[in-house]
């Protein structure tokens, strides 16, 4: 392991942060928290953070001494993308819920006969009011006939 904090700190620290900000980053990417972030940004994250992670286990445990480079991008870029995730967060709980579709009720009519079932099915339409049946009518009287 090539982490050595009294040999080379600076070295040490930029690996650990590194590792830290990757795993930061695939987590956030991973873990959809809240809804927050869309599919693209979530797919940079994981990529960036497994790009990160894996620099630094390079570093840590492959590299062999020599040359190496400091990103600057492996302290601002986990910063951005945790902002932007956030941001999104907070933008997504302070959006106003869509609107419920309210229960159909019919409207009161006091004239309706009882229905027992209506409670059950608050969806069920009215029945309609019973009509009362015709009343026969007698056959109007015909004049007699001319003769």
């Known amino acids: 392991m ?6 080379d ?3 040490s620290w930029y690996v650990v942060l590194l ?10 990417g991973a873990v959809n928290v809240g809804g927050g972030l869309s599919g ?12 990160f992670a894996g620099y630094a ?6 590299f062999e001494g020599g040359e ?4 600057f991008q492996a302290f601002i870029l986990p910063v951005l993308l945790i902002a932007n995730a956030v941001k999104a967060l907070v933008a997504r709980s302070n959006a106003p819920a869509a609107p419920q579709p309210a229960a159909y009720q019919a409207p009161y009519d006091p004239n309706a006969p009882y229905n027992p079932n209506a409670a059950q099915n608050p969806y069920a339409q009215p029945a309609p009011a019973p009509q009362a049946a015709p009343v026969a009518q007698p056959p109007a009287p015909q004049a007699p006939p001319a003769g």
């Open 9 to 11: 700190p600076l070295f």
């Open 40 to 51: 693209g940004w979530r797919v940079i994250n994981v990529i960036a953070g497994i790009a």
């Open 2 to 7: 090539n982490l050595d904090f009294t040999a």
């Open 57 to 62: 286990y390079y570093l840590a445990f492959v």
């Open 68 to 71: 190496y480079r400091m990103f």
């Open 19 to 28: 590792a830290i900000s990757g795993i930061a980053m695939v987590v956030l």
